[in-house]
């Protein structure tokens, strides 16, 4: 994965307009600048069962786009937004990219090629119907984004090991460093330290943590300008009225910890070559009930 999902950083942003007095309308016009993208939800196969379970707890699909555009090309960030406003949870779980799915209408394949075979529509579906869940909504970004938005946070504080130090450019010591927009992107990016793609999934989880710590940090006043900038790089189904709905529960839930996780886990999962393709394989029942033990409780 090449680049840290910012989609929840825009809601985060966003939150100035629910403080705020009178601001309503401004919430609607600051919202407004998020690109709105249509998709048919009576075809994600949304599970009824969990649905009917578990209907009050929202999942959105999260997808990082490698893509001149933004909008074609493979998901290579996937990661499910869970808002938990029942158990009073926020949850960030990532997939990872290689994982071998069955892509409706195309067979098994690598799970981040169904957004290039489908667009998001397909991409969710494939999470549905693999996971059994319940997702009918994505926000999207393209990772060329990131850089200019850390940067505009003034940078974040990511602790650096001595192995990761000759992949982050201007970096010579370990410990707590604060990196900016190209050096975030960087560290997101190393591919052959120890650990492999489970160790990069989790320094996507890292990066996008330390922007929800600075967001943390920052003044109330500072919000406005800061979702005017961001705001923009999103693409999602979601509505501007959903939109609200959503920025209040998240609104509810941020003074607590951003949890994470990411499946198939390392006891889970096993790299293996399919006609000279590196898949990421796993019994899809043991990686679901997992899935669904954390997403849900």
Same mark, same amino acid.
Request: hydrophobic share 35%; aromatic share 10%.
């Given at each position: 994965?090449?680049?840290?999902?910012?989609?929840?950083?825009?809601?985060?942003?966003?939150?100035?307009?629910?403080?705020?007095?009178?601001?309503?309308?401004?919430?609607? /016009?600051?919202?407004?600048?998020?690109?709105?993208?249509?998709?048919?939800?009576?075809?994600?196969?949304?599970?009824?069962?969990?649905?009917?379970?578990?209907?009050?707890?929202?999942?959105?699909?999260?997808?990082?786009?490698?893509?001149?555009?933004?909008?074609?090309?493979?998901?290579?960030?996937?990661?499910?937004?869970?808002?938990?406003?029942?158990?009073?949870?926020?949850?960030?779980?990532?997939?990872?990219?290689?994982?071998?799915?069955?892509?409706?209408? /195309?067979?098994?394949?690598?799970?981040?090629?169904?957004?290039?075979?489908?667009?998001?529509?397909?991409?969710?579906?494939?999470?549905?119907?693999?996971?059994?869940?319940?997702?009918?909504?994505?926000?999207?970004? *393209?990772?060329?984004?990131?850089?200019?938005?850390?940067?505009?946070?003034?940078?974040? *504080?990511?602790?650096?090991?001595?192995?990761?130090?000759?992949?982050?450019?201007?970096?010579?010591?370990?410990?707590?460093?604060?990196?900016?927009?190209?050096?975030?992107?960087?560290?997101?990016?190393?591919?052959?330290?120890?650990?492999?793609?489970?160790?990069?999934?989790?320094? /996507?989880?890292?990066?996008? *943590?330390?922007?929800?710590?600075?967001?943390?940090?920052?003044?109330?006043?500072?919000?406005?300008?800061?979702?005017?900038?961001?705001?923009?790089?999103?693409?999602?189904?979601?509505?501007?009225?959903?939109?609200?709905?959503?920025?209040?529960?998240?609104?509810?839930?941020?003074?607590?910890?951003?949890?994470?996780?990411?499946?198939?886990?390392?006891?889970?999962?096993?790299?293996?070559?399919?006609?000279?393709?590196?898949?990421?394989?796993?019994?899809?029942?043991?990686?679901?009930?997992?899935?669904?033990?954390?997403?849900?409780?």
């Amino acid at each position: 994965m090449k680049k840290i999902i910012l989609w929840i950083l825009g809601i985060l942003l966003s939150l100035t307009v629910i403080t705020v007095g009178g601001a309503f309308f401004y919430a609607k /016009h600051m919202i407004g600048k998020v690109e709105q993208v249509e998709i048919n939800k009576e075809d994600l196969s949304v599970n009824e069962e969990t649905e009917e379970k578990y209907g009050d707890i929202r999942n959105i699909a999260l997808y990082g786009i490698d893509a001149e555009d933004g909008k074609t090309g493979r998901s290579d960030s996937i990661m499910i937004l869970t808002v938990d406003t029942k158990n009073k949870k926020l949850k960030l779980t990532s997939i990872m990219r290689d994982s071998y799915v069955n892509i409706p209408g /195309h067979g098994y394949d690598k799970i981040n090629h169904a957004y290039s075979f489908g667009g998001p529509e397909l991409a969710i579906r494939t999470l549905n119907e693999n996971f059994d869940l319940n997702i009918k909504e994505f926000m999207a970004v *393209n990772f060329t984004s990131m850089p200019a938005i850390i940067d505009k946070l003034g940078g974040i *504080n990511i602790d650096i090991t001595s192995e990761e130090i000759q992949y982050i450019p201007g970096i010579t010591s370990t410990g707590t460093q604060k990196l900016t927009g190209e050096q975030a992107l960087a560290y997101a990016r190393i591919r052959y330290a120890t650990g492999g793609d489970y160790k990069r999934t989790e320094r /996507h989880r890292t990066v996008l *943590n330390a922007i929800f710590n600075e967001m943390k940090s920052k003044s109330i006043s500072e919000y406005p300008s800061l979702a005017s900038e961001f705001l923009p790089y999103i693409r999602t189904n979601i509505s501007s009225n959903e939109m609200l709905s959503l920025i209040g529960d998240i609104g509810t839930l941020m003074s607590g910890n951003l949890e994470q996780n990411r499946f198939p886990t390392d006891e889970q999962g096993q790299g293996k070559m399919i006609d000279g393709v590196y898949y990421m394989t796993f019994d899809i029942e043991e990686v679901k009930n997992s899935l669904h033990q954390y997403i849900f409780q």
